[in-house]
């Protein structure tokens, strides 16, 4: 699609969310309040689509997410805060400003310079908050919130270059000694779960799309074992733990048997 084109199908979507907010009554009753659950359900929508790999859904979701942009900008247009020109000229601004090695005389060698970079120029930017941890929000996904924390103690140079294994190792191994200490196995999970996420961090893995790959395919495994019970005649409910277990642990043979 040329850029024109791409041009005519966002002013057509503009004029479309127009319409909505004026002749529909959900639409009308809704701010930014309470639109935003929607918008954040739709980025997790996107995120599901692109870790499936699933082109057609990909398009799908984008499209959701590309409604909700428009219709918060409408609503920031109609308080006279802002429109969607601003919003688009804004990040324009932003990502010029935040690549100074493409726009700019500055040399980078590595992703990992870019986004120390990006960090160290963000504090500059007026109206940010100060601080290493300004502006990390405390109401993202816990793996997110743990990544995007030891980002931004990485770039202020707190930060070590290996894989830190052996510290879920230790961590591991102090939640094995506290075990039926319960505040102390909160305190030793936690410490194990941030861990992780600095492995995750370091190999460029992305710890919630690929922890909910894991809980996915073990949800896949679990009614596949159900399924598995229900062709030979037997009733999940009525099975005992070591019964559901063994049909569990014959699914996942299959499916190691079925890959290529």
């Not at 959701?64 to 601003?86: N, P, T």
């Not at 405390?138 to 894989?163: C, F, I, M, W």
Request: charged content about 30%.
């Amino acid at each position: 699609m040329s850029a024109e084109n791409a041009g005519a199908a966002v002013q057509a979507l503009d004029e479309l969310t127009r319409r909505l907010r004026v002749e529909c009554p959900w639409d009308r009753e809704q701010d930014e309040r309470s639109i935003v659950p929607h918008t954040l359900e739709e980025a997790y929508e996107l995120a599901d689509a692109a870790n499936a790999g699933d082109d057609g859904k990909l398009l799908d979701e984008l499209g959701d997410v590309l409604f909700q942009v428009h219709f918060l900008s409408l609503l920031l247009e109609e308080r006279g805060a802002g429109s969607l020109a601003d919003v688009a000229e804004h990040v324009r601004q932003k990502l010029i400003s935040r690549h100074p090695h493409i726009f700019g005389d500055v040399e980078v060698q590595s992703a990992g310079e870019v986004l120390r970079n990006w960090d160290a120029i963000k504090q500059t930017e007026a109206g940010r908050e100060p601080g290493i941890f300004g502006e990390v929000p405390e109401n993202l996904p816990g793996p997110l919130y743990a990544r995007k924390v030891q980002r931004r103690a990485a770039t202020a140079g707190l930060d070590v270059h290996s894989v830190p294994y052996d510290v879920a190792e230790t961590a591991l191994t102090t939640l094995r000694a506290v075990d039926s200490d319960r505040d102390a196995a909160f305190t030793a999970v936690g410490d194990l779960l941030f861990a992780v996420v600095d492995i995750a961090r370091k190999l460029k893995v992305d710890p919630e799309l690929s922890l909910r790959a894991s809980a996915t395919r073990y949800r896949g495994g679990v009614e596949a074992a159900e399924a598995l019970a229900v062709a030979e005649g037997l009733t999940w409910a009525e099975l005992t733990e070591e019964q559901k277990l063994q049909l569990y642990a014959r699914t996942m043979l299959q499916d190691g048997a079925e890959r290529p």
